[in-house]
C-alpha cells in the first residue's frame, strides 16, 4: 500500500464546475499537507499549505484536512479553463528531519 | 512564495556528453535541495536530497556517479549528468526547502534531450 494514494484521474469538468481532488494517506505521522498544481512542462507550484484539520480558504481554492479518516481535498470553486493542469497532494513527515511524501497526481481538464 | 530557478530551461547534447543544471534560491537559504526527475504524464520521482556542505544522499535506483549533485552554498545546487545517453532524456526538476520552512518550492524544470 503506498503511503499516499490520489486517483490520476483525468478528470473533466465543464467550466464553472466545483472541482474536488482528494488524496487519502495511511500514516497518521503526516503532519502537513500540501497542494501542487503543475502545468505541463513546468515545474510544480505550491498552492495550499495546511498542517491541521479543518479548512483553509484562499481565494477559489480551499483544501480541507481530516486527520481522523486520514484524508486531504482540494476544492476548486468557479472552475476555469486556465485551471487545467496536474494537482499534486503532498504531505511531509518530521521524524528527525523532513520528508515530503507526494501523490501520483490528478490531471484536471476544465472545459470551456 | 519563495522562488526557485533553474538553469538551463531545456538543453539538447549529444550522446556521451555532460550536462549541467543549475537549480537556485533566489530570495531564501535553502538548507535542503532535492532533485526530481519526471516522465511525460508521470508523477516525481525523487532522485536525491542534499544539504548543503555535504553529500547528497540518493533514492535506490539511482547512480550516484551518474548523476553528480553539488549542494556547495545555501543558494546553489547542480546536477551533472555525466555521460548521458537517450535514455536520461527526461524533466529534471529541482526543488528547495529553507531551514525555518516545513514545505518545499519547485523551480521551473529543467528539460533534457540527449541524442
Known amino acids: 500500500q503506498k503511503e499516499v494514494e490520489q486517483d490520476p484521474g483525468p478528470l473533466s469538468v465543464p467550466e464553472g464546475a466545483i472541482v474536488s481532488l482528494n488524496c487519502t494517506y495511511s500514516?497518521?505521522?503526516?503532519?502537513?499537507f500540501m497542494w501542487y498544481r503543475q502545468y505541463s512542462r513546468k515545474g510544480p507550484e505550491l498552492l495550499m499549505y495546511t498542517y491541521s484539520s479543518g479548512n483553509k480558504e484562499d481565494g477559489r481554492f480551499t483544501a480541507q484536512v481530516d486527520k481522523s479518516s486520514k484524508y486531504i481535498s482540494l476544492f476548486i470553486r468557479d472552475s476555469q479553463p486556465s485551471d487545467s493542469a496536474t494537482y499534486l497532494c503532498?504531505?511531509?513527515?518530521?521524524?528527525?528531519?523532513?520528508?515530503?511524501?507526494f501523490g501520483a497526481g490528478t490531471r484536471l481538464f476544465v472545459k470551456a | 512564495g519563495a522562488v526557485v530557478s533553474q538553469h538551463p530551461s531545456w538543453v539538447i547534447c549529444k550522446s556521451g556528453t555532460s550536462v549541467k543544471i543549475e537549480c537556485r534560491s533566489l530570495?531564501?537559504?535553502?538548507?535542503?535541495m532535492f532533485w526530481y526527475r519526471q516522465f511525460p504524464k508521470q508523477s516525481l520521482m525523487l532522485m536525491a536530497t542534499?544539504?548543503?556542505?555535504?553529500?547528497?544522499?540518493?533514492e535506490q535506483g539511482v547512480e550516484k556517479d551518474k548523476f553528480l549533485i553539488n549542494h556547495a552554498s545555501l543558494t546553489l545546487s547542480t546536477l551533472t549528468v555525466t555521460s548521458a545517453h537517450p535514455e536520461d532524456s527526461s524533466f529534471y526538476i529541482c526543488s528547495a526547502r529553507g531551514l525555518a520552512e516545513e514545505t518545499q518550492y519547485f523551480g521551473p524544470g529543467t528539460r533534457l534531450l540527449v541524442l
Open positions: 530570495d531564501f537559504q535553502a538548507t535542503t
Open positions: 500514516n497518521s505521522a503526516f503532519q502537513y
Open positions: 542534499s544539504n548543503e556542505g555535504s553529500k547528497a544522499t540518493y
Open positions: 503532498a504531505m511531509i513527515l518530521n521524524t528527525g528531519g523532513f520528508k515530503t511524501i
